[in-house]
């Protein structure tokens, strides 16, 4: 028989661990401890985080546009050429030539709009090509000489019977244009603003409307996180309140029961007394399960694993109280035109319009370019000598001059610029339109502010109310006064009551919050500082 009491003892011990160590984790959790975890570890936070960056990428990238590019070209090319007889029957021999080419520029566009290319080409030409010489007279023989202007070199042969002769003539020449360069500047049509410094503006706008999405998403998410954590202390308190309500219907059906048994309650007051309780079972239940879901509303704004949350039961540090707030209906208004994210993105969306109206306007007019070269030629037999005659600057060249392009219609700017102005003054519209929403939605925030503390102070009477009813008609009830009917409906008014002002509570609480990112002062309110690298 010990042995037994003792297995069983310890089966319960290990029975007691094993829900020990499944219980769940509690985590008391002030309100600034819930806002500081949803800062780091929310996951909306965390992908919008990224938006700026990329926008500033973009914006770094767009200014590639003006990285200069270096290009490098060189070849070899072979040519040969057989020989024949000219128009008077004279035979000539034929020739061949090599030649090595080199060229290379560094091309770019400056912010202004210039288009430039430095650089330079060189050709490298060797071969033999045939020569035709007089040979003096006809049917003479003897030995002849010349000597070639372009190589220097002197060359002898001999005729016989012919008055002209054709040999071959080893040659190499260099030639190019070194130092050149080219600019090229519109005067009219993408002057003052072109492709590349449109996207420049536009990335730009981006940045800053990507700063202010960030901006608007910690708003959310900090509002969204003190909503639930006022939701969740309400479920809280709601769930005490049910469970109370379940006690008094208990203990007034035992007292039923008592009645019944002595006969001075009928057994209809038993059954009505089973009812109740049953009914407030159900509703402890339904609290339990409205508790458990604001609790996972919460952990999803706090966790980017919620895994590690999955245990864990977070426990409100604060009761819900109801601070009396003095509202300035004009303060808030100019707060939130001025504090507003959204408000300040319809903004930039204006800005952005109105850049892409300057750039149509400037594709209205005609193309005139001025356009400019300067450079060195040379030309020796070797390459060495084509440099010095670089070097020596003794082959300069330049030219300038205009280059005018004016379309016939002009139908696809003019339209794009319409098209640009209309799309502009929507944007001005639309802008007004949600300033005047931001107004509206900042008035009702406070009318429902004020309704909710005014609501707090009612359901706190009516609440006292319904506890001194309840009380009065108990004793009514034990001096056979009353029935137990009345007493279970001043029960379930209590509940109600009860119910009503921890809502209510959470409600004034919840509104304030709402206010505060109506005005754009979420924040401020809440003491948490932005700053975007």
């Given at each position: ?61 767009t ?116 130092g ?73 059906l ?5 009645r ?26 339904a ?8 609790l ?39 707060r ?27 594709q ?35 030219s ?30 639309q ?47 034990q ?55």
């Amino acid at each position: 028989m010990k042995k037994s009491v003792l297995a069983f003892a310890l089966a319960l011990a290990g029975t007691l661990a094993v829900a020990q160590t499944n219980a769940p984790e509690v985590r008391p959790m002030s309100l600034e401890d819930v806002i500081q975890v949803a800062l780091q570890h929310n996951l909306d936070i965390q992908i919008v985080r990224y938006t700026p960056e990329i926008a500033q990428f973009n914006l770094a990238a767009t200014y590639g546009a003006y990285d200069p590019v270096f290009n490098l070209s060189g070849g070899h090319q072979y040519s040969a050429s057989p020989g024949g007889f000219d128009a008077q029957g004279r035979p000539y021999l034929g020739a061949e030539s090599d030649a090595n080419r080199l060229s290379s520029d560094v091309t770019g566009m400056l912010p202004w709009g210039t288009t430039f290319s430095l650089g330079g080409t060189m050709t490298d030409s060797y071969g033999t090509r045939p020569v035709t010489v007089n040979t003096g007279t006809v049917g003479s023989i003897g030995t002849n000489s010349f000597t070639d202007i372009i190589s220097g070199q002197t060359f002898s042969y001999r005729t016989t019977n012919f008055v002209t002769a054709s040999i071959r003539d080893p040659f190499e020449n260099a030639a190019g244009s070194v130092g050149f360069t080219q600019l090229r500047q519109p005067l009219l049509r993408n002057f003052w603003i072109d492709g590349p410094r449109l996207q420049i503006l536009l990335n730009k706008n981006s940045l800053k409307t990507s700063e202010q999405q960030l901006r608007q998403q910690i708003m959310d998410t900090v509002t969204r996180s003190e909503q639930a954590y006022y939701n969740l202390i309400f479920a809280n308190e709601n769930v005490q309140v049910q469970r109370m309500a379940l006690e008094l219907a208990d203990r007034l059906l035992a007292e039923n029961r008592k009645r019944v048994e002595v006969g001075a309650m009928a057994p209809l007051d038993e059954k009505q007394a089973e009812s109740q309780a049953a009914a407030s079972r159900a509703d402890l239940l339904a609290a339990q399960g409205d508790r458990d879901t604001q609790l996972r509303v919460l952990k999803n704004l706090l966790s980017d694993d919620y895994q590690r949350w999955k245990d864990v039961e977070i426990r409100p540090t604060v009761a819900l109280v109801a601070i009396p707030e003095q509202f300035n209906l004009q303060e808030s208004w100019r707060r939130g035109l001025v504090e507003r994210p959204d408000l300040a993105q319809q903004r930039l969306n204006l800005e952005r319009q109105g850049y892409l109206v300057k750039y149509q306007r400037n594709q209205l007019f005609p193309e005139l370019d001025v356009v400019g070269t300067y450079g060195y030629n040379a030309s020796a037999p070797t390459t060495g000598l084509a440099l010095d005659q670089v070097a020596n600057r003794d082959n300069p060249f330049w030219s300038v001059g205009g280059v005018l392009s004016v379309p016939l219609s002009n139908k696809g700017p003019r339209n794009n610029f319409k098209a640009a102005k209309a799309t502009r003054e929507q944007s001005a519209l639309q802008l007004r339109q949600f300033e005047q929403s931001v107004l509206i939605q900042i008035e009702n925030g406070i009318a429902v502010a004020n309704t909710a503390f005014q609501r707090v102070q009612a359901t706190r009477e009516a609440r006292v109310y319904a506890e001194a009813a309840l009380d009065a008609e108990q004793k009514k009830l034990q001096s056979g006064k009353s029935t137990s009917f009345e007493v279970l409906r001043l029960q379930r008014d209590l509940t109600t009551a009860r119910s009503s002002e921890i809502r209510a509570l959470a409600d004034y609480n919840i509104a304030l919050a709402q206010l505060a990112f109506y005005e754009g002062s979420t924040l401020d309110r809440r003491k948490v500082s932005l700053e975007i690298r």
